[in-house]
């Protein structure tokens, strides 16, 4: 399978999990607790792969300082982003309790909402091309990593867009429309960076590494505790070591 088809192909897959939560979500109604803990493990899952795989993979390869500006340039995009659709009703859009606003109760925020999700799901897809341009093939762990992450995302979500009264159109429209982006975003970053300078790969693995830091701390750790019991951090902590297993395993 050609390079280029490989980034097409796996970002579409790891996208395509958000679409497996909200399939899951819509059919079946989950306990916040049960939610809760799936999105702990899914933010712990997320912070391994960062660790361990995609700033350390990008400091080896081009060194420290395009490292720390690119990292700290995704966090201040994402934050400034993340911040702008807030104020457009998108805040609370991987809640799954009923701080989603309607469409009648903030018109507009429906589309906010939607861009918010494209906005948590690129860098994500975007590094699995970036890791196809230094190693050939897809990052095992990364892969696992985001596709794992991804379902208590779209889970956690749909959960909150049924709260608010969104159909299902909406609801797949957006998963959908979201699962082949990933795999567009995959794409471009694979050929965009085809011979590019190990600096440059480092600097933007990096932005991507720092925006979902960013995501994490802005979306997914704030569902993760609503439902508050003592397991949460055990949690988080299986979801680290799961991910950190698979890295080495794959090593």
């Not at 104020?87 to 903030?106: I, T, V």
């Not at 379902?151 to 299902?168: D, F, N």
């Not at 902590?237 to 080495?248: C, D, E």
């Amino acid at each position: 399978m050609p390079v280029w088809v490989q980034a097409l192909f796996w970002g579409t897959v790891a996208g395509a999990a958000l679409v497996l939560g909200a399939a899951v979500s819509w059919k079946w109604t989950m306990s916040p607790k049960v939610v809760s803990s799936i999105m702990s493990f899914g933010a712990g899952v997320l912070i391994s792969a960062l660790a361990f795989d995609l700033v350390d993979e990008a400091e080896q390869g081009g060194g420290l300082w395009p490292t720390m500006a690119g990292f700290l340039a995704g966090a201040l995009a994402y934050v400034g982003a993340n911040a702008l659709l807030a104020r457009r009703g998108a805040k609370h859009r991987k809640r799954s309790g009923e701080k989603q606003p309607s469409e009648n109760g903030q018109p507009g925020s429906g589309t906010a909402i939607a861009i918010g999700a494209l906005l948590d799901g690129i860098p994500e897809s975007v590094v699995l091309g970036l890791g196809l341009v230094s190693g050939g093939t897809v990052s095992t762990a990364v892969l696992a990593a985001v596709f794992i992450s991804n379902v208590p995302e779209g889970l956690s979500s749909t959960a909150g867009m049924k709260k608010s009264g969104r159909g299902a159109g909406y609801v797949f429209g957006v998963w959908g429309g979201i699962a082949l982006v990933s795999g567009i975003a995959s794409l471009i970053g694979y050929l965009s960076m085809q011979n590019a300078p190990a600096e440059l790969v480092a600097f933007i693995t990096a932005i991507a590494a720092g925006a979902i830091l960013a995501m994490i701390a802005d979306t997914m750790i704030p569902e993760a505790f609503e439902e508050h019991h003592v397991l949460t951090g055990l949690i988080a902590a299986l979801g680290f070591l799961t991910a950190f297993a698979i890295s080495r395993a794959g090593a």
